[in-house]
T-cell receptor
Framework: GNSVTQMEGPVTLSEEAFLTINCTYT??????LFWYVQYPGEGLQLLLK?????DKGSNKGFEATYRKETTSFHLEKGSVQVSDSAVYFC??????????FGAGTILRVKS | GAGVSQSPRYKVAKRGQDVALRCDPI?????LFWYQQALGQGPEFLTY????????KSGLPSDRFFAERPEGSVSTLKIQRTQQEDSAVYLC??????????????FGPGTRLLVL
């Protein structure tokens, strides 16, 4: 079945550091890929998405590129802020239907 | 506009008690999903509705779990004879339709269920 594996956390960075959170997937077809974020005390919200190979999703300085050859969708940001501290979930969907999530990666940014 | 709302936000139940969790999706959204999120884990799919039709209930863990969406809007997830392993956050999400690849699901704040 479909599955998502993302790097374990917590990831602790200093403000303005470069961020990478790795995400790889297994799918039978050609899924759409998503990054969702959960800020402390808030619900899940979409951060970015990509629907086909080589697409790049971007939002709020974050970006991720859909790499079919490596079945990956790594999340990057050039300069993190304290306000980026949250839990990040990589997910996939086939046919616009149910989402399959990774276990989540906690990001802590220190000032 | 209003997002997805869920009630109650917190529920404490004694083992064996029945509970009902409510979800109000974004108005006009055809698709509605329920997920279960255990502590420290990602959400896991439970069931999915397109309008009032329950098209996929493959993620419901047992026959104690039952969901309905009788008028194609509000949905209720019912858990009968709750067990301690049912303790989790139950998330509801809705999307405009489900046939578009990459369709965004909008999540509610969740109901945190604790079974004692």
């Amino acid at each position: 079945g479909n599955s998502v594996t993302q790097m374990e956390g917590p990831v602790t960075l200093s403000e303005e550091a470069f961020l990478t959170i790795n995400c790889t997937y297994t799918a039978t077809g050609y899924p759409s890929l998503f990054w969702y974020v959960q800020y402390p005390g808030e619900g899940l919200q979409l951060l970015l998405k990509a629907t086909k190979a080589d697409d790049k999703g971007s939002n709020k300085g974050f970006e991720a590129t859909y790499r079919k050859e490596t079945t990956s969708f790594h999340l990057e940001k050039g300069s993190v802020q304290v306000s980026d501290s949250a839990v990040y979930f990589c997910a996939l969907s086939e046919g616009g239907n149910k989402l399959v999530f990774g276990a989540g990666t906690i990001l802590r940014v220190k000032s | 506009g209003a997002g997805v709302s869920q009630s109650p936000r917190y529920k404490v139940a004694k083992r064996g008690q029945d509970v009902a969790l409510r979800c109000d999706p974004i108005s006009g959204h055809v698709s509605l999903f329920w997920y279960q999120q255990a502590l420290g884990q990602g959400p896991e799919f439970l069931t999915y509705f397109q309008n009032e039709a329950q098209l996929d209930k493959s993620g419901l863990p047992s026959d104690r779990f039952f969901a309905e969406r009788p008028e194609g809007s509000v949905s209720t997830l019912k858990i009968q004879r709750t067990q301690q392993e049912d303790s989790a956050v139950y998330l509801c999400a809705s999307s405009f339709r489900d046939t578009n690849p990459g369709e965004t699901q909008y999540f509610g704040p969740g109901t945190r269920l604790l079974v004692l």
